[in-house]
């Protein structure tokens, strides 16, 4: 069946640090992939996609880039501020699907100062 | 523009009761979703209405769950005798089109509490 993995949580960094969030995925075909972000109190909110292989989403300095050869879509940015501390889902959706978004179990960030 | 919004945002319950959850979608947005979603969890797929018309119910857990959208636009979602496990963020989301490019857009969620 479809499923998505994350890297388990929490993830504390320092601001300015590097930033990766591992994302595998299991499905057939060729999926749409997502990372969807809930800041604290707020509603989730689509970060970035990317819909083909080799493809790369971006948003806001993340990016993630759609690696069918290893079923990967690895969250990454290059310098963390305190305000992307939020929970990050990695979904998908499978290839010719109405849309049933299949997420993962979610990944806490905490971003010091 | 409006977003996606819910009502209410926290509805507390006993064992037994029937509750309903109501969804507004973006104006124009054909497709709808509702999502539950446990605490430390990612949110599950429930149903899917592309206008009227359930077109995926497969994610219901049981019959007690119904959820409905008459006019294409606002959907609500029934639960009728609520046990502790149906306890949960049920979140709504709509997008333009369905398809599985098309961005959802997410609602705040109705927090379900059944004492």
Known sequence: ?113 | GAGVSQTPSNKVTEKGKYVELRCDPISGHTALYWYRQSLGQGPEFLIYFQGTGAADDSGLPNDRFFAVRPEGSVSTLKIQRTERGDSAVYLCASSLASGDTDTQYFGPGTRLTVL
């Open chain 1, 1 to 113: 069946g479809n499923s998505v993995t994350q890297m388990e949580g929490p993830v504390t960094l320092s601001e300015e640090a590097f930033l990766t969030i591992n994302c595998t995925y299991t499905a057939t075909g060729y999926p749409s992939l997502f990372w969807y972000v809930q800041y604290p109190g707020e509603g989730l909110q689509l970060l970035l996609k990317a819909t083909k292989a080799d493809d790369k989403g971006s948003n806001k300095g993340f990016e993630a880039t759609y690696r069918k050869e290893t079923t990967s879509f690895h969250l990454e940015k290059g310098s963390v501020q305190v305000s992307d501390s939020a929970v990050y889902f990695c979904a998908l959706v499978p290839s010719g699907n109405t849309g049933k978004l299949i997420f993962g179990q979610g990944t806490t960030l905490q971003v010091k100062p």
